[in-house]
C-alpha cells in the first residue's frame, strides 16, 4: 500500500511540475523583460539624446577641423552627418512633447530619422580615430541612442 501510496505522489508531483512549472517559468520571464517604459521616462531618453547631440556636435566640429581629415571632403560630410543628428534630435525631442505617446506614428518615425543619422555618423566614429573627449561624448550619445533602440525593439549601433 505504500509503494502505491507513493507512486500516486511521485505521479501527482511530477504532473503539478508539468503544469505549475511552465507557469512559472513564464511568470519569472514576463518579470525579467524590459517593462514598457513610462513617457516620461522616455521623455527623459529623448532629452538627453536631443541635449547630448548637441554637445558631441559642438566637440565633434572641433575635433574634425584638427584631424587629419581637415580640410577633405570627408570633413564636410562628417560635419554634415553631426548636423543631422543633432536636427533629428532636436525635431524628435518636439514631436514627443507634444504627443507624449510613444506610440504615436510621429514620434516613431522621428524615433526612425533619429536612429539613422545616428547610423551614419557611428560609421565615421568607427572608422576614425577622434580625441578621448570627443569619443567619451559619443560613447553617452549612442548609450542614449541605444536606450532609445530598444525601446522600439530596434537594431542598437
Known sequence: M????LGIACLV???MLIFVL?????AQEDANRVSVVAPTDLGDVVQRVARRSGE???EFTKAVEHSLIDGTRLENNAKHRADDLHDAAKKLQDVFGDKKDKNNPAVRERVDRTLAAASDLNH????HRFTEKVQHDWDLLRSDLNALAAVYDLTPL
Open 13 to 15: 508531483a511530477g504532473a
Open 22 to 26: 511552465p507557469r512559472t517559468v513564464s
Open 56 to 58: 558631441f556636435k559642438e
Open 124 to 127: 565615421v566614429m568607427q572608422d
Open 2 to 5: 505504500y509503494k502505491t501510496h
